[in-house]
């Protein structure tokens, strides 16, 4: 013990300078300093169904590693003083639920380098998410009806419509409610149950933005709860059965649409000179009679000013066809069969493959 008046010593044990923080030698300080504390044990929650984890009171897709991070820095206190930390830490799984989290710290409190190990024991709990709960439960609140106007469309197609929600979910946020409650072919066309009206609605401007069409909304009240109108959302939406340069029949009359708009579609008359504009409403009544695969293209044989003739493809017999106006001498025919008649159409610039410049 050092007895000496005025000099500089440590308040612990008398020793002489050099001293730090809390005028402490440095034995003296370092026995009773700690650079961090962790807790032995730490809980966290996974849901038993889907897997999602609960972090700070909302259920997030997380990895693994994510979560040992997340633990870690909830629960490492580290000194108030220290600077410059560096930290590592190594994950090892001890059984399905615990995990054992080896932690190495290394910082600075008064000039003075401290390293420490810890080990945190990081234990699942099982527990279920919100989404599942309300899947669990049938929530819904809104039914997607994918029907088509025009033509009937195939399962593979309707499959098609389908998978455009996955992409949909995909650049969606991660919302609880953002899932599908139930699924499956309909007569005439297919329908999705969804949890939330928000996905519903994300998804009709999708289909119409990628397939055109129109989607038509009804909302019905099915109960009250807690002073408030529970609603349900039917969002009903039909894909145009024809693609551009399809032959429809609408207004009495053939047409081929031939570039879409932002309402609906332009369309060309098949027998004269004519094109107007039709919105997606004025099409609903439209009906297709030929998708572009079906049409049959042929080499005239003869033709003069009006009608061509050509081998029928399927009886090899000459038959004849009215020109169409705008036809050129020489060209091929593009024949579609209608009405046990051939309608030789108009060519447009999808008709026409397109030039290769040099
Ligand atoms: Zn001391
Ligand atoms: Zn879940």
Aim: net charge negative; proline share 4%.
């Amino acid at each position: 013990m050092s007895t000496r008046l005025g000099g500089e010593f440590c308040l612990v044990c008398g020793a002489d300078p050099p001293l730090f923080g809390d005028r402490m030698c440095e034995p003296c300080l370092r026995a009773r300093t700690v650079l961090a504390k962790v807790p032995e044990n730490v809980p966290w929650v996974r849901c038993a169904r889907c897997g999602i984890v609960e972090i700070d009171g909302k259920w997030e897709n997380t990895t693994e590693d994510e979560v040992w991070d997340e633990l870690l820095h909830r629960n490492l206190v580290v000194h108030e003083r220290a600077e410059d930390i560096q930290l590592g830490m190594e994950p090892v799984k001890v059984s399905d639920r615990h995990t054992l989290l080896h932690i190495q710290l290394e910082g600075v409190i008064d000039d003075l380098l401290f390293q420490e190990e810890h080990t945190m024991r990081a234990r699942m709990a099982n527990g279920v998410c919100l989404t599942c709960t309300r899947r669990a439960g049938n929530y819904f609140e809104a039914t997607v009806q994918l029907r088509s106007s025009a033509r009937r469309l195939s399962e593979d197609e309707f499959k098609r419509l389908r998978a455009t929600l996955d992409d949909v979910l995909e650049k969606l946020s991660d919302d609880p409610m953002f899932f599908i409650t139930t699924e499956g072919p309909v007569t005439g066309g297919y329908d999705v149950v969804l949890g939330s009206k928000g996905l519903a609605r994300a998804w009709g401007r999708h289909l119409i933005s990628e397939y055109g069409g129109m989607v038509i909304e009804t909302n019905s009240t099915v109960g009250r709860k807690d002073g408030v109108d529970v609603t349900r959302l039917t969002l009903l939406y039909r894909k145009p059965g024809y693609e551009i340069g399809d032959v429809v029949q609408w207004r009495h009359h053939m047409w081929r649409p031939s570039a879409w708009t932002k309402e609906g579609a332009i369309m060309e008359r098949i027998d004269r000179r004519e094109r107007t504009g039709a919105s997606w409403r004025d099409l609903e009544q439209a009906k297709v009679l030929a998708q572009r695969h079906e049409f049959i293209e042929v080499d005239f044989i003869n033709e003069d000013a009006t009608a061509g003739e050509f081998l029928d493809p399927n009886t090899w017999e000459m038959s004849l066809v009215r020109l169409p106006f705008e036809h050129i001498p020489g060209r091929k025919g593009l024949l579609i069969r209608q009405d046990e008649e051939w309608i030789a159409l108009p060519h447009m610039a999808i008709d026409t493959p397109e030039q290769v410049e040099d």
